[in-house]
């Protein structure tokens, strides 16, 4: 989501220790091995290239062997010369559900029942799934948010119950089938057996220590352990057992909380009055009534896409918080271990460690591997080191008189959790991504521009700037294994700082110009794909005036070189990329293109920004399929 829809939620005011006070920032490039150069070379120049790691060199990565493309301000996707690129299932298309694939209407009077049975509104995490190794699969896929305003044919000017049950429809995660033809380019396959919608009223069963507490029953679920939809979807991730994981970000738009919420709703954001109107037709979402149900969301929830008759899954061990996302790594022992973030200013990062190792066999075979482990929260030290702290109830000051008398308690309040035991308030932590071999994780740190202004905490070793308008990527290694309870840290580059205006200039190899870094894959040939997400108040103005659109960057691991591979349309966010295993396909999307600093499109006049993809009268996010004019591997 873009920074001021994001940057409403900036409820923890916990007073946990400002890092300076634990040791001093001059200690930052006193670290031993890789993390040492990159922290040193970070906090040294602030310039945007990434730092290069001083470890060995990966012997298995690929230079970045594509021309760069310039900032551009087009209502266009660029990509690099030689390369296509291609736009599919936009946002309105069936999903190719068998005998029922209501076609698009660009009107928008498609209605909600049809909108279930469609691609939803404003595309992000995305994976593809194989089938057929990479010329057929799956493309799973969230719908973070909608834009009322193109949704339905006059937009907000009334307000209906309709109107709500279509904006729930237009929520949640898309399965789409898609293959490649002979011509090399890519269709959805309708109608598929796998084609699937998940919405904000799909059931999903409640698995691990919160299913059937007390705080999550309502009146429509006594037994609190089925709950109605998943919204606000975000980043996502794959399980090596073939799940996908999905963030359910700001669910706390969604409710309405009237002027007597308690301390607890207020610390997880609650507003008096919802940002979406859901509530005024949809109970549900009237926490002064359901004060249950907002428990209910803020879970990292996971699908099984290649059997289409499974019930989705709210994994509540993992932690309750605004999840970006969720990325998952493995243990040398076969256990999983799931970091995800907490896009909000001021939250948390946390990792999940499994208690269980990994089955052979599937989803199936592991389908409580997440419910039973240990849940951490990041603490980040002056010093280049970090700690991850377990949350955990009964111990510590996680006892049952502050709150906790049981791990269900505990993950439903993590937010409070966090508080207590002083984890690190961090920039917006959106996507992770995993380096296997170097078990390094990185982590994008979008913004945070109330870091530092009265009232708030000021800069810490890991969020080092204030008025944080720009953002940057921390990275970390583990001590040991991916479940060590230390680790060493730096970052891998602060973005968007003037100098690199005058490094781009020059033609310096050390990186192209971006700002607030929001997506990320990781590449198994050594590179990490940034994507951005600078909002569409502050795009093409200030210190935004040299970045353009936003954009899709590579970063080469070895080298420390950035080098820009996409620029998508006008007011857009690229966000979500996927590649196929022989690496010459790579799916990219691209969310809200021609957003309005509101959020919310003017009915009349749906195309003032933009018309992307296809010059219709409302734009559109859609997914873009990359590939080489000559079939070779994407980025050589
Ligand atoms: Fe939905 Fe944090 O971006
Ligand atoms: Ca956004
Ligand atoms: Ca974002
Ligand atoms: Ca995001």
Not at 167 to 195: C, I, K, L, N, T
Not at 505 to 528: E, N, S
Request: charged letters at 25%; glycine letters at 12%; proline letters at 7%.
């Amino acid at each position: 989501m873009p920074k001021h829809f994001d940057g409403m939620e900036d409820s923890n005011r916990s007073a946990n220790a400002d890092i300076h006070a634990v040791s001093s920032p001059a200690r930052r490039t006193v670290v031993g091995g890789a993390l040492g150069a990159a922290t040193a070379a970070a906090f040294g120049s602030l310039l945007a290239g990434c730092a290069a790691p001083g470890g060995a060199p990966r012997t298995d990565g690929v230079v970045l062997g594509f021309e760069p493309v310039p900032v551009d301000t087009g209502d266009r996707v660029v990509v690099p010369r030689g390369y296509l690129a291609e736009a599919i299932v936009p946002w309105g298309e069936p999903v190719g559900a068998p005998g029922r694939m209501p076609a698009w209407r660009d009107d928008a009077s498609n209605t909600a029942d049809d909108q279930a049975l469609q691609m939803g509104m404003h595309h992000d995490g995305l994976h593809y799934v194989p089938l057929d190794g990479s010329t057929r699969g799956l493309l799973v896929m969230n719908h973070e948010y909608v834009d009322d305003g193109l949704l339905h044919p006059d937009g907000m000017k009334t307000w209906s119950a309709s109107k709500v049950r279509k904006a729930q429809a237009a929520h949640g995660v898309s399965v789409v089938e898609v293959a490649r033809g002979a011509d090399g380019r890519w269709a959805p396959v309708r109608p598929s057996p796998y084609a699937r919608r998940f919405t904000a009223y799909s059931p999903f069963a409640v698995s691990g220590p919160a299913a059937g507490h007390p705080l999550m029953r309502t009146a429509a679920d006594p037994d609190g352990r089925t709950v109605l939809g998943t919204l606000n979807n975000c980043a996502s991730g794959m399980t090596p057992w073939g799940t996908y994981l999905s963030g359910e970000e700001n669910f706390a738009f969604y409710f309405a909380g009237g002027e007597q919420r308690t301390a607890d709703q207020r610390r997880w954001g609650l507003a008096a009055r919802a940002r979406e109107r859901w509530a005024e037709h949809d109970e549900r979402f009237d926490a002064t009534k359901h004060p249950n149900e907002f428990h209910r969301f803020g879970w990292v929830v996971e699908i099984d896409p290649l059997d289409p008759a499974s019930t989705p899954v709210k994994r509540t061990a993992l932690g309750r918080a605004a999840h970006e996302g969720a990325s998952v790594a493995t243990t040398r022992d076969g256990r999983a271990v799931v970091y995800s973030g907490e896009d909000a200013r001021f939250e948390y990062l946390y990792k999940f460690v499994s208690r269980d190792r990994i089955a052979p066999g599937g989803a199936k075979a592991n389908r409580e591997l997440l419910d039973h482990g240990t849940l951490y929260v990041a603490r980040f030290d002056a010093d280049g080191t970090g700690r991850w702290l377990p949350l955990v109830a009964g111990q510590g000051p996680l006892t049952a008189a502050a709150g906790f008398p049981d791990q269900g308690a505990v993950v439903i309040r993590s937010r409070q959790a966090s508080d207590l035991l002083g984890g690190t308030k961090m920039d917006r932590p959106e996507w992770l991504a995993i380096d296997p071999v170097r078990r390094e994780v990185f982590c994008t740190l979008t913004n945070n521009s109330a870091r530092g202004t009265p009232g708030n905490p000021g800069v810490d070793a890991a969020n080092p700037r204030a008025n944080n308008t720009m953002g940057g990527v921390i990275r970390w290694t583990e001590d040991g294994d991916f479940d060590g309870t230390t680790f060493r840290w730096g970052h891998l580059v602060l973005a968007g700082d003037p100098a690199n205006a005058r490094t781009e200039a020059r033609g310096d190899v050390r990186g192209d110009i971006f700002g607030c870094p929001d997506g990320l894959l990781f590449d198994a040939r050594g590179v990490l794909w940034i994507q951005t997400d600078a909002s569409a108040t502050q795009m093409y103005q200030g210190e935004f005036r040299n970045i353009g659109n936003n954009q899709m960057l590579a970063c080469d691991l070895r080298t420390g070189v950035i080098r820009r591979f996409l620029t998508g349309p006008v007011n857009c966010e690229v966000t979500g990329a996927s590649l196929t295993p022989d690496f010459r396909t790579l799916f990219v999307n691209i969310q809200h293109p021609g957003e309005t600093p509101s959020e919310r499109s003017d009915p009349d006049a749906p195309t003032r920004f933009s018309r992307w993809p296809d010059g219709g009268t409302r734009p559109r996010s859609a997914t873009v399929v990359i590939r080489r004019a000559d079939g070779a591997p994407i980025g050589t």
